[in-house]
């Protein structure tokens, strides 16, 4: 009997949380098909008026452009970091990347961002370094702009990005390199035809984590957009809480979850279907 | 004579713990109906109401109070909205917007304005059945005299080249749209007609760097040198930031400034009576002089002296100009987007 109801009792904190979240996803959902005007009546309004205001329409066109850009820096960045620390690094290299990136990880999202507003401010780090060496004149304007939104954004989604990567160049088969050498193919033809297709499965779940994150970041455009960066998350908040204007606020929380939902569905038939093209 | 068996006696004890159970849980619920619940701000204005009305209004009337902190009022209201007929706060402190939002959508209980014997204190306008008037808040502009390269006197000056880059304003209808409503009233138009506002506003838009969402922020980008100039912020945020320096000026700008009136109003299903009791308290001479006194507001008893500090940053003869916030209520939505779109971008 207890044996029996082992597996229910191991998995009921798990259960308990998911219909938590659930159940507020369902009262979020259900706010949005609130119509306007106190109406109790369920209505397409909300989504309605997303779809057709160009103002709204921008947050999410701008929000999914942000996201891409940074997902693609973070990418670029990442690489050469999670491919030295995995094939060039000594042991000792390794543990100390891995310890700058676990702090990375581990710092809490809000403190991070605020360290940036140090080092990117008017009298931050940056620019009194460049007015020390005579680079700029004036302080230049490094946040508070889309720049400073894409710094924060990387700065974010870096350590996700890296122990992606990292996690699939680890298990390369690193005779395959060997044998292309042999064969007498160059060091760059080695990575563009060997190494990076065996490394797509940890490219796509960087991506995936990298784009998501980005695409529902709330703290890096409040505190480094300067009310000029307008991220979809920003948008929930100004509708729901500034405005207390509810079902707009919970439809476009809606339409977040689905492009959430399209983008996972998206990147895993991408990596369902490399990994096909690959075993066979 | 009866003997109960063990099963008996049993179920016995376990009915008589329930009937105790549920006693002590009634007695809980009296008990919690003696304590007032406070949806307010926390900060300086959270120490302010402890020190100036909870405390003493405890002492005098034997009812505790709580403060259940609040970011904006407007935050409230969406909350208040989403748990509507599931609140337990009785007294909730805002602003005119959010109050009269809140009244047409019945989450009020009706103020006796009969019972508040400090009323006859108060100007008529801000006693009514929905909300009783508790400060004033004066606005104008702020500014870095080390940076700023002429003195700022009046709004106009917002629109000179000089200042390019220079000046942050709030982000989209923030303070219950009263910037919007003010440079509408400076162009011409007003509460109703905001669109010479925005046509200001667009001569204004090369000199806005940043766009701000609160009171704090605007302190922090004063004090860190992030902004020189901030267009609309309550005196309170130039005491705040006076305190890093005293290079930060605050201008009475020309020709007028306007004024918030923050509010008090009874939530419904609430404890009236003791509500009503704390509004009459924190509504008399003595607490509104105290409070306007650690904030630097004006009181809204018209028998209570005003501040100093307050007096010294806007002096007797400055003109204020009490905006129709019941009229901007039901349009901040829309100027939020228009402010958003043509404004922000």
Same mark, same amino acid.
């Given at each position: ?280 | ?260 009136? &923050?509010? #008090? %109003? ?5 404890? *009236?009576? !003791?509500? /009503?009791? =704390? ?24 028998? &209570?002296? #005003? %501040? ?5 940053? *806007?002096? !007797?003869? /400055?003109? =204020? ?25």
């Amino acid at each position: 009997m207890f044996a029996r109801l082992m597996p229910y009792t191991l998995v009921a904190p798990a259960l308990l949380l998911i219909s938590t979240l659930l159940m507020g996803l369902s009262s979020v959902l259900g706010w949005s098909f609130q119509g306007g005007s106190g109406s109790e009546a369920a209505s397409l309004i909300q989504y309605e008026n997303l779809a057709t205001n160009e103002s709204y329409r921008h947050f999410f066109t701008y929000s999914l452009w942000l996201a891409a850009v940074s997902t693609f820096v973070a990418l670029i960045l990442g690489f050469p970091v999670a491919y030295y620390m995995e094939i060039k690094a000594s042991p000792h290299q390794r543990r100390l990347i891995f310890a700058g990136l676990l702090a990375m990880f581990l710092s809490d999202y809000v403190l991070k961002m605020f360290g940036l507003i140090l080092i990117l401010g008017r009298s931050g780090l940056v620019n009194r370094l460049a007015m020390g060496l005579g680079l700029a004149d004036s302080p230049l304007r490094l946040m508070y702009n889309e720049f400073g939104v894409l710094v924060g954004l990387v700065s974010g989604i870096l350590p996700y990005m890296i122990l992606s990567l990292n996690g699939v160049i680890a298990r390369l088969d690193k005779r395959l390199q060997e044998a292309a050498a042999l064969l007498g193919a160059p060091p760059w033809r080695i990575f563009l035809l060997v190494t990076l297709p065996l490394c797509i499965p940890g490219i796509i779940a960087g991506t995936m984590l990298s784009f998501l994150l980005s695409l529902n970041s709330f703290v890096t455009p409040m505190l480094l957009g300067g009310g000029r960066v307008d991220m979809i998350a920003v948008l929930i908040f100004d509708q729901a809480i500034n405005l207390a204007n509810l079902p707009l606020g919970s439809a476009a929380a809606g339409v977040l979850f689905l492009i959430s939902g399209a983008v996972i569905l998206l990147l895993s038939l991408l990596g369902d279907r490399y990994q096909k093209r690959f075993q066979r | 004579m009866t003997t109960l068996s063990r099963r008996h006696t049993l179920k016995l004890a376990a009915a008589s713990g329930l009937v105790g159970y549920l006693g002590q849980i009634g007695f809980s619920q009296a008990q919690a109906k003696k304590l007032l619940k406070i949806i307010a701000w926390g900060g300086t204005y959270g120490d302010a109401m402890r020190s100036s009305w909870l405390e003493p209004f405890a002492a005098a009337s034997g009812i505790q109070s709580e403060i259940q902190l609040q970011s904006s009022s407007m935050e409230t209201l969406a909350s208040l909205r989403a748990n509507k007929n599931r609140n337990d706060a009785d007294l909730w402190f805002s602003a005119i917007a959010p109050t009269s939002l809140a009244k047409n959508d019945g989450l009020l209980s009706p103020i006796p304005v009969g019972q508040l014997k400090n009323a006859s204190q108060l100007p008529a306008a801000v006693v009514n059945d929905t909300y009783v008037g508790i400060w004033s808040l004066p606005y104008g502009i702020i500014y870095n005299a080390k940076t700023v390269p002429f003195e700022i006197t009046k709004w106009e000056d917002l629109t000179d080249k000089r200042l390019k880059g220079m000046v942050s304003a709030p982000y989209g209808a923030n303070y219950n749209g009263m910037f919007i409503a003010l440079l509408a009233l400076l162009a011409g138009g007003d509460e109703k007609n905001v669109d010479p506002g925005f046509e200001l506003a667009k001569k204004m838009k090369p000199n806005f760097s940043i766009f701000t969402t609160s009171d704090s922020e605007q302190i922090r980008l004063l004090t860190s040198g992030e902004a020189d100039v901030v267009a609309f912020a309550p005196v309170a945020n130039y005491f705040a930031a006076r305190k890093a320096g005293a290079h930060f000026r605050f201008v009475c700008a020309k020709p007028y400034i306007p004024v918030s009136i &923050s509010n #008090v %109003a009874i939530l419904k299903d609430a404890n *009236v009576e !003791a509500a /009503t009791r =704390f509004i009459d308290f924190a509504i008399s001479k003595e607490p509104q002089q105290k409070i306007a006194q650690l904030l630097g507001c004006l009181p809204i008893n018209t028998q &209570s002296d #005003v %501040a100093p500090a307050l007096r010294e940053a *806007v002096p !007797a003869d /400055t003109e =204020f100009r009490f905006l129709q916030e019941g009229v901007m209520a039901g349009q901040l939505s829309g100027w939020n987007d228009r402010w958003q779109r043509e404004i922000q971008r």
